[in-house]
């Protein structure tokens, strides 16, 4: 598979960042990406609030919700690495990432409704949801806009 090159890397961290006004660096792989790093990090507080739920729901919705929060920076990656020839792959996969996310969002949702009484705090969970939701939606509104363009252009 063939890299992108530099300027579509810092294009792709440019779209998710409310402020692109700090230097990126070197972007040389999926992992570069601010969209990927924050959904690693959310897959990381995913488990650790699951394990604040009751052992009986391990094969029930800590399973799932571990599943939803591997798979938003996993979708992201596989992304990357089909997308070098077209950014279209790249966007089907930044879709499945953001169903996801909605997915462990309402579990998450779900799990403060049943488990009420254990007053489990899912805040960061919560703030970190709606940043990488924000910066998918971005994502994918800018690579969309940036097709409709593309298309008008060529006159496709």
Same mark, same amino acid.
Request: aromatic share 8%; with cysteine.
């Given at each position: 598979?063939?890299?992108m +090159? *530099?300027e !579509? ?6 779209l ?9 660096? =070197?972007? &040389? ?13 959310l897959?990381v ?7 604040l739920?009751?052992?009986e ?5 800590? +399973? *799932?919700? !571990?599943r ?5 920076p996993?979708?992201?990656a ?5 997308g =070098?020839? &077209? ?7 930044l ?7 909605f ?5 998450v ?6 488990f009420?009484?254990?007053?489990i ?5 919560s ?14 509104i ?8 593309n ?6």
């Open positions: 598979a063939r890299q +090159s *530099q !579509r890397l810092d294009a792709f961290n440019d998710c960042m409310e402020d692109p006004a700090e230097a990126y660096g =070197t972007i &040389s792989s999926y992992m570069d990406l601010f969209v990927w790093q924050r959904s690693m990090d897959a507080l995913a488990y650790e609030f699951t394990a739920l009751p052992t729901e391990r094969y029930g919705l800590i +399973s *799932q919700m !571990r939803a929060s591997v798979s938003v996993s979708n992201i596989e992304g990357w690495g089909r =070098t020839s &077209s950014d279209r792959q790249f966007l089907s996969f879709r499945i990432a953001r169903g996801s996310l997915e462990l969002e309402t579990q949702e779900l799990a403060k409704r049943i009420r009484k254990l007053r705090d899912s805040s960061a969970v703030s970190e949801l709606t940043i990488i939701a924000k910066m998918l939606t971005k994502m994918i800018k690579i969309e806009q940036r097709h409709e363009d298309r008008k252009n060529h006159g496709r």
